[in-house]
């Protein structure tokens, strides 16, 4: 039987489902909904291992202000229903604050979570514990592990947004990483949608 992981940069997911789309995403269904894309394309049965997902808690000052605290808390409790999901593992980065825009809002970035994506997927690429991966992000530096899964032989599908944005015209993912996957989809509207959470 084919085995498949999924790998979910949730910073990525965010930005495409709620920017692009206004969505959020209910992550009950997302996972099956691509499991069930990539079904639809493997002659043999296809079984879920795990889905993965990496993002950060919320940036605090110090001491941090009662928004933050809200925020803070909302995200933890969001982690926590995750990680009661079946097969569902979350990986937790840090955010660093990295200055200001000229118009005074915070620059973040996000440690960590590239890394640790890539580790775990390198990982069960190379003890052949998958065949099958999908990864649901838009950055380059995801292209070595994307190089390691594919000599291993697993089929490595990118899950990514439209090839710019809607808001800005900025791309939404790498071309390398694009150029690096084996099959790649591009969760339109009408595939968002279906994976709705009601706010």
Not at 3 to 13: S, T, V
Not at 57 to 62: F, G, K, R
Not at 109 to 118: A, H, I, Y
Not at 144 to 151: D, R
Request: hydrophobic residues 40%; charged residues 30%.
């Amino acid at each position: 039987m084919a085995r498949l992981a999924i790998f979910i940069d949730g910073g990525y997911i965010q930005k495409i489902s709620e920017k692009e789309f206004g969505v959020w995403i209910n992550f009950q269904k997302f996972p099956t909904a691509i499991l069930t894309e990539i079904a639809q394309k493997t002659p043999e049965p296809l079984d879920l291992l795990r889905t993965y997902f990496y993002d950060c808690l919320p940036y605090q000052s110090n001491p941090p202000s009662e928004e933050e605290k809200k925020r803070f808390a909302a995200r933890r409790r969001f982690f926590e229903f995750l990680r009661r999901e079946p097969r569902f593992e979350v990986r937790e980065g840090r955010l660093a604050f990295r200055g200001q825009r000229a118009d005074g809002s915070p620059i973040f970035q996000q440690k960590g979570v590239d890394l640790q994506l890539g580790l775990d997927f390198a990982l069960l690429s190379g003890k052949r514990q998958i065949t099958h991966a999908a990864i649901v992000a838009g950055d380059s530096d995801l292209v070595p592990a994307f190089e390691v899964a594919t000599q291993e032989g697993i089929s490595v599908w990118l899950f990514h947004g439209p090839r710019r944005s809607a808001a800005d015209g900025s791309p939404t993912y790498s071309t390398e990483l694009w150029d690096a996957a084996d099959e790649r989809f591009e969760m339109d509207k009408k595939f968002i949608k279906d994976c709705e959470r009601k706010r």
